[in-house]
């Protein structure tokens, strides 16, 4: 098995979790609905409403991560970065996921792991409302999304240290990106002619122009 095929392996697995934890999001968007509906509307409200929603949203914030990370998604201050060769920032890549990225986050999971186990230990229950909700799986998903992030850092490793031995950085598993990030890319590619360029971009803005008269028409009508 080649190495692009082992990234390109950890990368969907990353996907695949961030994909499906995704879905919590309709969870959470039903899970407020009802309680909006509780609350104003029968005058019923639920207590545990709020640890609930917090759980389903830190979950979903957590099993992320690594698919963020797999998609080069995560924010950074590129303004020197960018302009960078690609050994400089493969060199600079591998020096932050040695010294800072890897301990950081093998502390998470060896942290988050004694967390979980003494919360099932003791059958941990919230204390931000009377009569919380259970949290001892909540915490669970702590040293398992740290764990799925290490195993996509150490992807990221691999691929800083084939950049410095080619001069490029491997490919990574593509995904669905915001029109202005395909913009960029497309604008600073060497392998893209610039007919091509000129046309993607053009269908980019026209799709950008498009959802602003769907948001202006929308705005109208209310």
């Known amino acids: 098995m ?54 389903l949203y830190g979950s979903l914030f957590m099993l992320c991560g690594a698919y963020t990370l797999a998609q080069n998604a995560h924010v950074r201050g590129d303004f020197l970065y960018s302009s960078m060769r690609p050994r400089t920032q493969a060199s600079l890549d591998l020096v932050l996921y040695l ?19 003494d919360s099932w230990r003791i059958n941990e229950h919230s204390n931000v409302t009377a009569d919380g909700p259970p949290v001892y799986h909540f915490k669970t998903v702590i040293p398992i999304a740290g764990a799925l992030v290490l195993f996509q850092g150490f992807a990221e490793i691999v691929r800083a240290v084939v950049c410095l031995k080619t001069g490029e950085w491997p490919s990574r598993l593509k995904d669905v990106s915001e029109t202005d990030v395909i913009e960029e890319q497309l604008a600073h590619s060497e392998y893209v002619d610039d007919e091509s360029k000129k046309r993607a971009i053009e269908g980019a803005s026209r799709i950008d122009e498009i959802a602003r008269q769907r948001g202006m028409g929308s705005e109208l009508q209310s």
């Open 2 to 55: 080649s190495v692009q095929r082992v990234l390109h392996f950890v990368d969907g697995v990353s996907t695949f979790v961030g994909k499906a934890a995704a879905w919590l999001i309709i969870g959470l968007m039903l899970l407020v609905c009802a309680e909006v509906f509780k609350r104003y509307i029968l005058n019923m409200p639920t207590a545990w409403i709020f640890d609930a929603s917090n759980m």
């Open 99 to 117: 010294v800072f990225f890897i301990p950081g986050i093998a502390a998470l999971v060896y942290a988050g792991a004694d967390y979980a186990a």
